[in-house]
């Protein structure tokens, strides 16, 4: 069993940069491949980052490529996602996730393939 607790969700004005953090307990997360999720109010939870055990492949959703960097220290058991220019349709809670499946340099997607999941942080910005 993986335990996450996500953390540095705020209040951040449009253009703005928030560091989330995620620690994990329980189990040494260079076994997992990780990924960052947000949900709107409203809408559905969605893909926003993933990286791979290795920390080596990375994906992103769309709307983020270019502003948001997802980076894992296996090390501090850690994983983090850097947002900069932030925009009012980045407001969301943020989850983390772990997945047991797939290769060293496998980047999960879909949130089926991930086990453990964080309670979240809110991340809100404001024009």
């Known amino acids: 069993q993986v335990q996450l607790v996500e953390s540095g969700g705020g209040l951040v004005q449009a253009g703005g940069s928030l560091r989330l953090s995620c620690a994990a307990s329980g189990r040494t997360l260079s076994n997992y491949a990780m990924g960052w999720f947000r949900q709107a109010p409203g809408k559905e939870r969605e893909f926003v980052a993933g990286?791979?055990?290795?920390?080596?492949?990375?994906n992103y959703v769309d709307s983020v490529k270019g502003r948001f960097t997802i980076s894992r220290d296996n090390a501090k058991n850690a994983v983090y996602i850097q947002m900069n220019s932030l925009k009012r349709e980045d407001t969301a809670v943020y989850y983390c996730?772990?997945?047991?499946?797939?290769?060293?340099?496998?980047?999960?997607?879909?949130?089926?393939?991930?086990?453990?999941w964080g309670q979240g942080t809110q991340v809100t910005v404001s024009s």
């Open positions: 990286i791979s055990r290795t920390g080596g492949n990375t």
């Open positions: 996730a772990a997945s047991p499946y797939g290769s060293p340099w496998y980047v999960a997607l879909a949130s089926d393939t991930y086990r453990y």
